[in-house]
């Protein structure tokens, strides 16, 4: 490496003197969010591509996917934790070296186990990276509105990624091939890291918890064998004894977990004492329900667009923004509402307006013209845009200011968590695109279960989360 090069990122590793105003950290903090955010869009839009290109079937493209997330879920708890003993901006810094490690490992794939591989890799660096910038931004806006508000551009900015993610999927993947979707997040990462290290100040707690290793691998097991049971489960069958000794793991490994957190106490990953907070467990069932339909659903559209209906990888892409653009544009409006008048109403009315997007989805045909999937998309949407500042801005609120950085992993974890078991439980349903006419039925099977799936989390929304937001004491 040049020795220029050397002395710029010696100097852009040291410590801020000076933190930048709340603003300029909530925006860093934003690129870091966008960046996650983008990895899961982009990839999804070049799965077909990948899967001729590997020979990966549709249990191949799952595992492309959900290695990312369940990294990303298993770690997210410790990470966040991690923060808050050993600093968040640290463990911001790690998470994106991490992760752009790992994208460039994805771009270098030579098969699929590599793939998957690295794709973990990246999980690992996502999980660093995203309770730490939700942790920061709390800690750089005390007041409640004001926090609910840049929760809201945060969700917003975040979610930019999004439709961009399609877009720059489908031009990278048809003009430069599939690998490129992941050897574009490497500069990125570069900017973003210097950028962090000399605009945010370290942020850690006086009093942090210590890391809890032992729930951290039995949560990651139990994860693990549970999405290894739907996807091979949808493959070989679910009386296959690799699918029953999977699920008889996943079961021991949280019967496991329980006793350990138990004996831990404050000590444990998941305090107990914050599960029996009614506020706080109904954001984050929300919150898992939301991504546990949405990224299910988008796995198997994504399959429909190109494997059934045959778009090209860039129409397909096109074709997709309207399902996120006004996502991103809503979610800083949705955080000023959940500011004003709390996250009951904004989550349940979203919710119900993404539940009637996904059942439209119903009349989704392989002949069927845009016009019948552009109202389906809009309106699910635009509920996802009043939840998601809602449901995050909930769990916040849910739990005294020291425990923010938890908060916010937990919130993730159960977001991340919902989103890997429904990525294999909509593989399994769907099927291979090969064969169409399952494939379709298993599409609808999908959409509707998730938008009666919705349906519920819009009814513990209204029951259970608060009409203000009031930051919970000791």
Known sequence: MPEATVTLLKRAVRPARRAGSPRTVLLVMCAGYFLVLLDVTIVNVALPRIGSGLGADVGGLQWVVDGYALALASLMLTSGTAGDLYGHKRVVLTGFVVFGAGSLACGLAPGVPVLVAARVVQGVGAALLLPGTLALIGRAFPDEAERARAIGVWA???????????????VLTQGLGWRAVFLVNVPIVVLALIWTAAVVRESREEQARRLDLPGMLLGALALLAVTFAFIEGGRLGATAPQVLAAAATAAAALVALGAV???????????LTLLRRAAFGAANTAAGIMNLCTLGTLFVLTLFLQSVQHRSVLLAGVMLVPLFAPLAVLAPFGGRITGRIGSRLPAGAGFLIAAAGLALLLRATPGAGYAVLLVAFLLWSVGLGLVTPAVVAAAIAAVPGERSGLASAVNNTARQTGGAIGIAVAGAVAGSPADQGRFVSGFHAVALASAGL???AALIAVVLLPGALVR???
């Open 261 to 271: 957190e138990l004996r831990r106490g404050d000590d444990a990953m998941l305090p």
């Open 472 to 474: 919970v004491r000791r």
């Open 454 to 456: 919705y349906g519920l």
């Open 156 to 170: 917003g900015v975040g979610s930019l990624a999004l439709p961009a993610g399609p877009l720059l999927g489908g």
